[in-house]
């Protein structure tokens, strides 16, 4: 089975959002792109995330060719969602919403708002390939980008700047719990399964070794390429294990922000699927140095992130 995971860039018919393409030839050329990348990386389920217009999702799906089952999470205030499109069906389709019990109500500017719960709600579907259900999550969480008052993006006021950055920490920390929590209970039951498998795949706006993506992990120890990896032991049915350190290390990215090679999105699995993974890369789409204007490249084609993916045997 090769899943994969890929953030599509404001995937928006013509003029429907922002950073939506402004005309039909420019709509039809980032669909062309998507579908070629796509074809050649020939995923039986990707986990996606900036779908804006459900109308693109399927305009994409046609594009690709063959048969398609998506699935979609409720918008964000910028009106895009996670979702999921898979060659087999998808089902147990739910969202991820709530942040774990007790986590308070994170701040998220300076007029004092909260959000309870995950701004950008992911998504949670299972596909099933020889007898072996596999539950995987499409999450995308709070960008480092920062969210200041009148829609801007930057500041010269280096205070607020620090504010902000705190704001979109807290909510990422936030979300990621929230997102740790819903994969602590489907582990409860499918973790130690061998005819199951869980997997958390998307743009987790965050490195390998950051706080917010380690917070994934679940309990520490055995990770992949330490000397515990292939020793069992109890924490075992509660671990995901990130897929990161296995690809080939020049290709360890998925986008270039300011000329820097970053690795933000992620694929990582539960213990009854680690040990069979064969294969783990990123691409094949070559992708720009971008800054921090989302309308930078409305009306260019393709996407600013790779697409990762994993091949494991089933």
């Not at 669909?31 to 994409?60: F, Y």
């Not at 520490?220 to 515990?228: L, M």
């Not at 990582?268 to 680690?274: F, G, P």
């Not at 783990?280 to 393709?302: L, W």
Request: proline residues 6%; aromatic residues 4%; hydrophobic residues 40%.
């Amino acid at each position: 089975m090769r899943i994969a995971t890929w953030n599509l860039e404001n995937l928006f018919t013509p003029n429907a959002g922002t950073g939506a393409p402004t005309g039909q030839a420019a709509y039809e050329g980032k669909i062309a792109a998507l579908a070629a990348t796509i074809g050649t990386l020939a995923p039986d389920v990707l986990a996606v995330q900036e779908v804006g217009s459900p109308a693109a999702l399927d305009d994409l799906a046609t594009a690709i060719g063959g048969t398609w089952h998506t699935e979609l999470a409720d918008p964000d205030e910028r009106s895009i969602r996670c979702g999921i499109i898979s060659r087999l069906p998808l089902h147990d389709v739910e969202q991820v919403t709530a942040f774990p019990t007790g986590l308070r109500p994170v701040q998220v500017d300076d007029t004092g708002t909260t959000i309870t719960s995950l701004g950008r709600p992911a998504l949670k579907a299972t596909v099933t390939m020889r007898g072996t259900d596999v539950h995987l999550i499409s999450a995308h969480l709070k960008s480092k980008l920062l969210s200041l008052p009148d829609g801007r993006f930057s500041t010269t006021d280096e205070d607020e700047r620090a504010r902000y950055a705190v704001y979109a920490l807290d909510r990422r920390a936030a979300e990621a719990a929230g997102v740790r929590a819903y994969a602590t209970g489907l582990l409860a039951t499918a973790g130690a399964s061998a005819a199951q498998g869980v997997v958390v795949a998307g743009d987790l706006n965050d490195e390998v070794q950051a706080a917010t993506t380690q917070v994934l992990l679940g309990p520490p120890g055995s990770e992949i390429g330490t000397p515990g990896f292939k020793k069992p032991d109890a924490g075992d049915g509660q671990r995901l294990w990130n897929l990161a350190t296995l690809i080939p290390e020049k290709e360890r990215y998925s986008r270039i922000y300011r000329g820097r090679r970053e690795l933000i999105d992620h694929i990582l699995v539960s213990a009854s699927l680690v040990y069979d993974v064969a294969a783990v890369g990123a691409g094949p789409a070559v992708v720009p140095s971008i800054a921090d204007d989302p309308d930078a490249r409305r009306n260019e084609p393709g996407s600013d992130h790779r697409p990762i993916h994993a091949d494991v045997v089933i």
